[in-house]
C-alpha cells in the first residue's frame, strides 16, 4: 500500500515492518494513547512495553500468517503503525496509530479509505473494533462510513463494519429508495458527537473559542456529508440544473479558507486555486470538478492545508480586531478584521452546508445536521 499525498508536502506510504521497527511500534502506540488521555493513573510503561515488544516480535517474525504489521512513514521517517488482519473471509483493521504530531493531516483517513477500496475490489467485508473509552476514534470511523454492528462483551470494545455509500438494502442503482436516517445528525452518534450544533451548545468562554468553535464545527460537518462516497458520487451534479457537486463545494471552500487566512490576513502571496479573483464569478471550483479518484484526493488535502494554517493563524493572532485590506466583488476594496473573517466563514459554511444536505440526500437518501 502506497499514498503519495498530494497538494504539497512529503509523501507518505506504508511499508511491511520489520525487526528493527519493533521498538518504534512500542513508541507509537503509547505516545498516541497517551495523547489522547486513555493511559490508566497507574499505567505501567516499562511492563507494557516488554509485553507489547515480545508480542509484535511474533507478529513481524510471521507467527500469524493472516496479520500484517506495518509502519506508515511521512517523507520516509516512521510516523505510524498499522495491523491488518486477512483470514479470506474479512477484513479487519486491527490497529492504526500515528504520532501525534502528523495527526490531523488527514493520512490516517487516506489509509483507511485505501482499505475501503480493498474491500470493495475483493467483496470482503471490512470491519475493526474501537474501544467504548476512545470516541475520537469512534468519530473517524463514523465519519468514513463504518456503522456499529455488535458488542464484545467483557472487552470494552464496538465491532464496527464499512458500509459502503447507496449498499445500503432497498439501494437501487447506488440511489437509496426514499429518505435514509442514521442518527440525527447523520453518521455520528449523539453520544460521540463533538460539534456544538442543533441546540447544543458546547463552545463556552470568550469570543475566539466561540467562534473558532462554531467554524470547526461546520468544517467537520461538510466531512461529514461527504464520508463514505466515491469519487463519482463526490462530483455527481445531482440537484439540476444547477452545477453544485460535494466535491465543487470542498475546492470551493478550500479556496475561501485561502483567501481569507493566507491572503487577506496573513498577506501571503498564495493565488486562488479555482478562481481568477475574488470578484470572478466564473468558478472553477464547480465547473471543473470531476469524478476521478486523484482529483478528489487532490481536494481533500488542499482543504485540509488550508484550514490548519487558518487554525495555526486564528490560535496565534494577538487580537481579533487584527484588521487588514482585502478586494472584494467588483473591484471593491476595503478592510476587514480577523474577527469579520471568523464570522464571515461561519457564514460561508453555514450556506454551503445547506447545498450540502440537499446534494447528499439527492446522492444516497441520507439526511440530517
Same mark, same amino acid.
Request: aromatic content about 8%; overall charge negative; glycine content about 12%.
Given at each position: 500500500?502506497?499514498?503519495?499525498?498530494?497538494?504539497?508536502?512529503?509523501?507518505?506510504?506504508?511499508?511491511?515492518?520489520?525487526?528493527?521497527?519493533?521498538?518504534?511500534?512500542?513508541?507509537?502506540?503509547?505516545?498516541?494513547?497517551?495523547?489522547?488521555?486513555?493511559?490508566?493513573?497507574?499505567?505501567?510503561?516499562?511492563?507494557?512495553?516488554?509485553?507489547?515488544?515480545?508480542?509484535?516480535?511474533?507478529?513481524?517474525?510471521?507467527?500469524? *500468517?493472516? %496479520?500484517?504489521?506495518?509502519? $506508515?512513514?511521512?517523507?520516509?521517517?516512521?510516523? =505510524?503503525?498499522? !495491523?491488518? #488482519?486477512?483470514? /479470506?473471509?474479512?477484513?479487519?483493521?486491527?490497529?492504526?496509530?500515528?504520532?501525534?504530531?502528523?495527526?490531523?493531516?488527514?493520512?490516517?483517513?487516506?489509509?483507511?479509505?485505501?482499505?475501503?477500496?480493498?474491500?470493495?475490489?475483493?467483496?470482503?467485508?471490512?470491519?475493526?473494533?474501537?474501544?467504548?473509552?476512545?470516541?475520537?476514534?469512534?468519530?473517524?470511523?463514523?465519519?468514513?462510513?463504518?456503522?456499529?454492528?455488535?458488542?464484545?462483551?467483557?472487552?470494552?470494545?464496538?465491532?464496527?463494519?464499512?458500509?459502503?455509500?447507496?449498499?445500503?438494502?432497498?439501494?437501487?442503482?447506488?440511489?437509496?429508495?426514499?429518505?435514509?436516517?442514521?442518527?440525527?445528525?447523520?453518521?455520528?452518534? *449523539?453520544? %460521540?458527537?463533538?460539534?456544538? $450544533?442543533?441546540?447544543?451548545?458546547?463552545?463556552? =468562554?470568550?469570543? !475566539?473559542? #466561540?467562534?473558532? /468553535?462554531?467554524?470547526?464545527?461546520?468544517?467537520?460537518?461538510?466531512?461529514?456529508?461527504?464520508?463514505?462516497?466515491?469519487?463519482?458520487?463526490?462530483?455527481?451534479?445531482?440537484?439540476?440544473?444547477?452545477?453544485?457537486?460535494?466535491?465543487?463545494?470542498?475546492?470551493?471552500?478550500?479556496?475561501?479558507?485561502?483567501?481569507?487566512?493566507?491572503?487577506?490576513?496573513?498577506?501571503?502571496?498564495?493565488?486562488?486555486?479555482?478562481?481568477?479573483?475574488?470578484?470572478?464569478?466564473?468558478?472553477?471550483?464547480?465547473?471543473?470538478?470531476?469524478?476521478?479518484?486523484?482529483?478528489?484526493?487532490?481536494?481533500?488535502?488542499?482543504?485540509?492545508?488550508?484550514?490548519?494554517?487558518?487554525?495555526?493563524?486564528?490560535?496565534?493572532?494577538?487580537?481579533?480586531?487584527?484588521?487588514?485590506?482585502?478586494?472584494?466583488? =467588483?473591484?471593491?476594496?476595503?478592510?476587514?478584521?480577523?474577527?469579520?473573517?471568523?464570522?464571515?466563514?461561519?457564514?460561508?459554511?453555514?450556506?454551503?452546508?445547506?447545498?450540502?444536505?440537499?446534494?447528499?440526500?439527492?446522492?444516497?437518501?441520507?439526511?440530517?445536521?
Amino acid at each position: 500500500m502506497r499514498a503519495d499525498r498530494p497538494g504539497g508536502g512529503p509523501g507518505y506510504r506504508v511499508r511491511a515492518a520489520g525487526p528493527g521497527d519493533v521498538a518504534f511500534l512500542a513508541d507509537v502506540v503509547i505516545e498516541a494513547t497517551r495523547a489522547q488521555g486513555r493511559w490508566p493513573k497507574d499505567f505501567d510503561e516499562a511492563e507494557w512495553r516488554a509485553r507489547f515488544l515480545t508480542w509484535t516480535e511474533g507478529q513481524v517474525g510471521g507467527e500469524l *500468517p493472516d %496479520s500484517t504489521t506495518s509502519v $506508515i512513514e511521512l517523507g520516509g521517517e516512521p510516523v =505510524g503503525r498499522l !495491523r491488518v #488482519v486477512r483470514d /479470506g473471509q474479512r477484513i479487519e483493521l486491527s490497529g492504526i496509530q500515528l504520532l501525534p504530531r502528523v495527526q490531523g493531516r488527514g493520512i490516517g483517513t487516506r489509509v483507511i479509505e485505501e482499505l475501503e477500496a480493498e474491500a470493495v475490489k475483493s467483496g470482503l467485508p471490512l470491519e475493526l473494533a474501537v474501544e467504548r473509552d476512545n470516541p475520537r476514534a469512534r468519530m473517524l470511523y463514523e465519519r468514513l462510513g463504518f456503522v456499529k454492528v455488535a458488542e464484545s462483551e467483557g472487552e470494552g470494545e464496538e465491532m464496527f463494519r464499512w458500509q459502503q455509500a447507496g449498499s445500503e438494502p432497498g439501494a437501487e442503482g447506488g440511489r437509496m429508495v426514499g429518505r435514509h436516517f442514521e442518527w440525527q445528525d447523520m453518521f455520528v452518534s *449523539p453520544g %460521540s458527537d463533538p460539534r456544538g $450544533i442543533g441546540g447544543v451548545f458546547l463552545h463556552h =468562554g470568550d469570543e !475566539r473559542t #466561540v467562534l473558532a /468553535g462554531y467554524l470547526g464545527d461546520y468544517r467537520l460537518t461538510l466531512e461529514l456529508k461527504c464520508a463514505g462516497l466515491d469519487a463519482e458520487a463526490m462530483a455527481r451534479r445531482s440537484v439540476e440544473p444547477s452545477d453544485l457537486s460535494l466535491l465543487g463545494l470542498v475546492r470551493h471552500l478550500s479556496d475561501a479558507e485561502r483567501y481569507w487566512f493566507r491572503q487577506v490576513m496573513a498577506g501571503e502571496d498564495a493565488p486562488s486555486r479555482y478562481r481568477a479573483s475574488a470578484g470572478d464569478d466564473h468558478d472553477k471550483a464547480f465547473s471543473e470538478a470531476v469524478g476521478d479518484p486523484e482529483a478528489v484526493a487532490l481536494a481533500w488535502a488542499n482543504w485540509r492545508e488550508e484550514v490548519a494554517f487558518a487554525e495555526r493563524f486564528v490560535a496565534a493572532a494577538d487580537d481579533l480586531g487584527l484588521t487588514k485590506p482585502y478586494v472584494g466583488r =467588483g473591484g471593491h476594496h476595503g478592510e476587514v478584521s480577523l474577527r469579520e473573517v471568523l464570522v464571515h466563514m461561519v457564514e460561508e459554511y453555514a450556506r454551503h452546508i445547506g447545498h450540502a444536505d440537499l446534494l447528499r440526500e439527492r446522492i444516497d437518501g441520507r439526511v440530517g445536521l
